[in-house]
């Protein structure tokens, strides 16, 4: 059954790939952009879906304005609503009124005006993080399997030490803040919570030029052009596809309904990318100068924390791709964007 869904954020790596998927599902989106120019991409690549009301647009430049997805809620029924947008912070200079208040008004406010003047719209997506869920403070953590049960503990008050802490902390208040919202209002939707650790895979977002790819997708790239060397954070990761995958899902699932998912494939190393590419890509490793680091070392000896996602395949029907079908696609994405000038 075809819905009106709202697309948050729909020029953004993640949105792009669900936006894809939508139209191909035959939904009519409304996607919000910060201004019209973000929406000229996307009007050319689905030129057919815009000619034929579809696909639509609406301008929301700061999602952190109370009331700032009002207009847009009342101008269409809607029957779901995907929050992949995030606020867009340069240079954090104070970390309470710069990050965390940010992020849990760009999170609450949403479900606020959905609450207040959009009654026809019965399920919510949004999309949350891995980090709300680690421990960051136990590091690696041998022998830990992360589900859904688990909380990032970082408070309020240990997210003002500092940026990184201030990240962490973000996205785990405004989690929270989501599900506290749901349980005191009691509204007329349904809340489902996706937390995705690191997120590759080919971009379908505009790139306007290769250093201009999303931060995860230009780790790799990074390292398929010899520009830098594997930058290591979270040991998990999920493909941009599978995640796209989730938040339709979990839109038309029932038993989503008002469920945290961990949406990961499970343990990967950067090394991994390096060992891909001077496999399956010899000439112009050594082209690029590409190190080789430590070839199928891929984590400490004492090993890494792990995860449990079964929930996310026994409720969603999730099928994960593997890092090497990953890889496969996004470098020959590279190729084409190279080929092209970009």
Known sequence: ???????????????????????????????TVRSQSKATFIREQYKAAVDSDKLKFAVVDDITIP????????????????????PFRFNINDIDKELLQPAIQGTIGILDSIHRVAPSVKRVVVTSSFVSVVNSAKGTW????????????????????????????SKTLAEQAAWDFVKE?????????????????????????????????????????GTSDPRYGVWLW????????????????????????????GNYSPQMFVDYVWKHYPERAAAKGINKHTPGKYYPDEGVYGVDASKSV???????TLIEDMLRDTLKRFEDLEAEGK
């Not at 075809?2 to 996607?31: D, Y």
């Not at 895979?201 to 790139?207: C, I, L, N, R």
């Open 67 to 86: 009331g700032a997805f009002d207009e847009v809620l009342r101008s269409y029924q809607f029957d779901a609503v995907l929050h992949t947008s995030s």
């Open 238 to 265: 999920v493909d941009v596809r599978d995640l796209a995958e989730a938040h339709v899902l979990a839109m038309d699932s029932a038993v989503a309904a008002n469920q945290r998912y961990i949406i990961s494939q």
């Open 142 to 169: 041998p022998g830990k399997v992360y589900t859904e049960a688990d909380w990032n503990p970082t408070t309020r008050e240990e997210g003002l030490k500092d940026t990184f802490s201030g990240y962490y902390a």
């Open 1 to 31: 059954m075809s819905s009106t869904v709202l697309l948050t954020g729909a020029n953004g790596f993640i949105a792009a790939t669900i936006l894809r998927k939508l139209l191909e599902r035959g939904h009519t989106v409304v996607g």
């Open 314 to 320: 026994n409720d969603l029907g999730l099928k994960y």
């Open 185 to 225: 209002k009691n509204p007329g939707f349904t809340l489902t919570t996706l937390c995705p650790p690191m997120v590759y895979g080919p971009p379908e977002q505009e790139v306007p030029s290769m250093v201009k790819l999303n931060t995860s997708d230009l780790d790799i790239y990074n390292i398929f052009n």
